[in-house]
């Protein structure tokens, strides 16, 4: 139940349920407090006493009527509240010496200035909870705002917050943001929809530092810098952690630099990325860059369904050893990293595709699947020896002109080429389709390569210690101080025996922990992670041979929390991860969900509303159209649901549905992303950062808001235009 938001927030929603709702947030116009809007007045003081007015009265909307506020000074955000720009609205920087100065940082040699300052910015703010800035209008630089080292008195971005919580970013449009049109760091719980970003004549776009809780969806960000970029620095006085980041359906441009892009700055670790459905359109240096600089480790980072045209570098992974960290770092390393279904195509003139790992920090365990890259070739015969490397610099011209046209790797342990994955050029090259030296387990499965006119060979192997091409064709190999290693691929499974135990609080639970295997993974270290609060897991034993089993136990305590868990059984062998789940209910398993009494007050459409069992893809969506859903979030799958029609999506009626739950259970409401979440939604209903995805000819994509209920009626509101929301119980 609501796994992804864990068992606290889970039993949160169903809690909340039963208060008093609260009433909705004040609104403050920025015209009661003086401003003026007509682009000419320093509207700055007004701005701020709104602010000061919403903060004061507990929280609310601090709104901008159409009209251009100037804004020649800094604008102070607070806690819990919200800026609204209707359509049509500026918030509008301006030239001269305004702005706040910048504040003294003992850590400023570690990073780049504009990244080690934060008050010179048009709106700054520190240790902030609970805000926003949302609507349909623009705040924008006037290009006023500094791209290099500002003197004082100037801003050089626009927005500016450290150490917030609880941030959301939707609908507006940020444009001449100067070195950056929002930069954020040491931040947690993050949500931006429909977000734009026009930088492309000033720097960067957004920069997401030492943050963690990102969700990013129907983003459109141009930068002449870089237009997206995941960093971590010292600027804090401190290494901090970064994760749990999605980012999906956004397009990205970069002019100079980076499009999609990690680093330089590296000194926290970084791990748990989802990109998906990204398009890149342009990028003089990395399409799609992984570099570690500073020490950290990046793991489990995962780029699926993108396009790329127009970039210099296509996919570039680096690990350096600049070390430009207070806390003095060593050399870190890059793993556990996976592109499914990249396109690359049209790239101008530039770097190969490259894994440069380092000789103190190898770049471990990647899988590319489906991955195909054009590159511009062109260049004649020239020496395959390895290239030049500044193990300081992460910028791709760091690595001299790679000797093959195609991969270059170096310093990688167990990469993998499947399903079609490959490369070729538009202009004839003389170089190798792949090098790959002083590395280990390197595999090329359907591998597609063009050979170029007097090429040496396609694949050279150097210094590998286990090297496999197979099924692509019948390529040129030549291999110096090399093995070979195809044979059998080597897997396991995990089964979990049995799949579900219910015991009382104070007792333990048992599960068998099956394994099976192909050929030889070797020794399977077994974990486990969503363990239920107040119980403690063993395995006997901890590391089993394939084949072998082993008793996983989970003894509770008599006042462990009643309730169910699936908790994820880990399995690792080498490279190969494995997983399954046991459930475990604590106390009395819970009455099976029933759903009821559905009634619709949209009387010309209502009899194509039904209640449904076991969501999944594949199914209609709507009782009136032949749309199904093509995504369905695991945490969600097999859930009782409401089948609405989307003929209903312009009903006004409130309440629009009311249907009968007999045990308490959380509603999760998916609305089109177009909308977002609807008025008559209250604060209780939080966004679970789950989407659906239907196959209409334009595939729409829909955001899952979840509140908990107690048993009996559910009251849902109207839809408001776009397509019609669904309705999931679990």
């Not at 990690?262 to 000194?267: I, L, P, R």
């Not at 103190?360 to 490397?389: L, Q, R």
């Amino acid at each position: 139940m609501f796994r992804r938001l864990g068992v606290a927030v889970s039993a949160a929603l169903l809690g909340m349920a039963v208060l008093a709702e609260p009433a909705q947030a004040a609104e403050f116009n920025v015209k009661d407090y003086g401003a003026v809007g007509n682009g000419s007045a320093n509207d700055t003081a007004a701005i701020d006493r709104a602010i000061t007015a919403a903060n004061g009265a507990g929280g609310g909307t601090v709104r901008f009527p159409s009209g251009t506020y100037r804004s020649p000074n800094s604008i102070h955000m607070k806690s819990n509240v919200t800026l609204q720009l209707d359509a049509g609205a500026t918030i509008m920087g301006a030239s001269g010496s305004g702005y706040d100065k910048p504040e003294p940082n003992q850590w400023d040699d570690y990073q780049d200035y504009g990244h080690s300052h934060f008050h010179n910015a048009m709106i700054w703010g520190d240790r902030l909870t609970n805000i926003g800035f949302v609507g349909a209008g623009t705040i924008d630089g006037g290009g006023a705002l500094i791209t290099g080292n500002p003197s004082s008195g100037q801003a050089d971005k626009i927005i500016s917050l450290t150490r917030c919580e609880n941030l959301t970013v939707s609908g507006i449009k940020l444009r001449r943001g100067g070195h950056f049109a929002m930069l954020i760091n040491g931040c947690r719980n993050v949500v931006s929809d429909r977000l734009t970003i026009d930088t492309a004549s000033d720097r960067d776009g957004w920069n997401v530092i030492s943050t963690t809780n990102v969700t990013i969806t129907n983003g459109n960000f141009a930068g002449n810098d870089d237009a997206l970029a995941f960093k971590s620095d010292y600027a804090l006085g401190q290494k901090l952690s970064n994760g749990n980041v999605k980012v999906y359906d956004t397009k990205l441009s970069a002019g100079c630099c980076n499009a999609l892009m990690f680093g330089s700055e590296t000194c926290g670790d970084f791990t748990g990325y989802d990109f998906q459905r990204i398009s890149i359109n342009g990028s003089n240096k990395s399409g799609l860059g992984l570099v570690s600089m500073d020490g950290s480790v990046i793991s489990d980072v995962h780029y699926k369904d993108i396009t790329v045209t127009g970039v210099k570098s296509p996919i570039m992974l680096k690990v350096g050893a600049r070390k430009r960290c207070g806390n003095s770092p060593g050399v870190g390393t890059i793993k556990n990293i996976t592109y499914d279904n990249i396109t690359i195509n049209g790239a101008s003139g530039g770097f190969s595709p490259t894994i440069m790992g380092d000789v103190d920090g190898h770049v471990t365990d990647v899988t590319f699947n489906n991955v195909k890259i054009n590159v511009p070739g062109g260049s004649g015969t020239m020496s395959t020896n390895p290239p030049s490397n500044d193990r300081t610099n992460y910028n791709p011209n760091s690595i001299g002109t790679r000797p093959a046209y195609g991969w270059y790797i170096r310093y990688a342990d167990r990469i993998k080429f499947l399903n079609g994955s490959g490369v070729s050029f538009t202009n004839n090259d003389g170089r190798p389709a792949v090098i790959t030296d002083n590395s280990s387990d390197i595999t090329f499965d359907t591998f597609g390569f063009e050979r170029g006119t007097n090429s040496p060979t396609d694949f050279l192997f150097r210094n590998v210690n286990g090297f496999c091409v197979r099924a692509s064709g019948s390529p040129r190999i030549q291999n110096t101080s090399s093995t070979e290693k195809c044979g059998v691929s080597n897997d396991f499974s995990l089964t979990v025996d049995p799949a579900a135990r219910t015991i009382q609080p104070g007792e333990t639970a048992s599960y068998a922990i099956r394994t099976a295997a192909t050929g030889s993974p070797g020794p399977i270290a077994l974990d486990a992670s969503n363990v239920p609060p107040g119980t403690v897991v063993q395995f006997n034993p901890a590391t089993v041979n394939p084949g072998d089993t082993s008793v996983m136990t989970v003894a509770t305590l008599p006042d462990t929390p009643e309730g169910t868990s699936d908790i994820t059984v880990t399995g690792t062998a080498g490279s190969i991860t494995k997983s399954a789940t046991a459930k475990l209910t604590i106390g009395d398993a819970p009455d099976e969900l029933v759903l009821s009494a559905l009634s619709v007050a949209d009387t010309g459409n209502a009899g194509d509303w039904s209640l449904q069992t076991n969501l999944r893809t594949g199914v209609a969506q709507y009782g009136d159209r032949d749309f199904t859903f093509s995504a369905v979030p695991a945490e969600v799958a097999g859930a009782k649901w409401v089948r609405t029609a989307n003929d209903s999506k312009s009903a006004t009626q409130n309440p629009l549905a009311r249907f009968t739950i007999n045990r308490d259970a959380v509603v999760y409401v998916a609305v089109d992303t177009r909308l977002g979440k609807r008025p008559w939604m209250d604060a209780l209903w939080l966004d679970s950062g789950l989407q659906l995805v239907n196959t209409e000819g334009s595939p729409k994509t829909f955001r899952l808001y979840a509140k908990g209920f107690p048993a009996g009626e559910v009251q849902l509101g109207p839809n408001g235009g776009a397509s019609n929301y669904s309705v999931i119980v679990k």
